[in-house]
Nanobody
Framework: QVQLVESGGGLVQAGKSLRLSCAASGSTVSFNIMGWYRQAPGKEREWVAIIRSNGNIYYTDSVKGRFTISRDNAKSTVDLQMNSLKPEDTAVYYC??????????????WGQGTQVTVSS
């Protein structure tokens, strides 16, 4: 049974930085795709950054140049370095992972989320 746990959220002023971490526990697994999603109040959950085991990385347009995703395959962890934070980055951030190359019914794991609040 796989569990993902996020940490590192908090309250910061615009222009500052935060680093989020996600760690897997419960079993030994090898993830292919790992990523970060976020959900702001009243909005749909959206993807933020994705990193595959082959090193391919994707960012949503609104965070390009500001956020950096990285992973440690041996530890099954994924981090999100968030710089130059803006009030519109305020959301609950979720970690997501799969053993496959895409999210599937048999392999789709979510963390419980960590709150990021950016004040203007």
């Amino acid at each position: 049974q796989v569990q993902l746990v996020e940490s590192g959220g908090g309250l910061v002023q615009a222009g500052k930085s935060l680093r989020l971490s996600c760690a897997a526990s419960g079993s030994t697994v090898s993830f292919n795709i790992m990523g970060w999603y976020r959900q702001a109040p009243g909005k749909e959950r959206e993807w933020v950054a994705i990193i595959r085991s082959n090193g391919n990385i994707y960012y949503t347009d609104s965070v390009k140049g500001r956020f950096t995703i990285s992973r440690d395959n041996a530890k099954s962890t994924v981090d999100l370095q968030m710089n130059s934070l803006k009030p519109e980055d305020t959301a609950v951030y979720y970690c997501r992972a799969s053993e496959a190359a895409a999210w599937t019914r048999l392999s789709d794991y979510w963390g419980q989320g960590t709150q990021v609040t950016v004040s203007s």
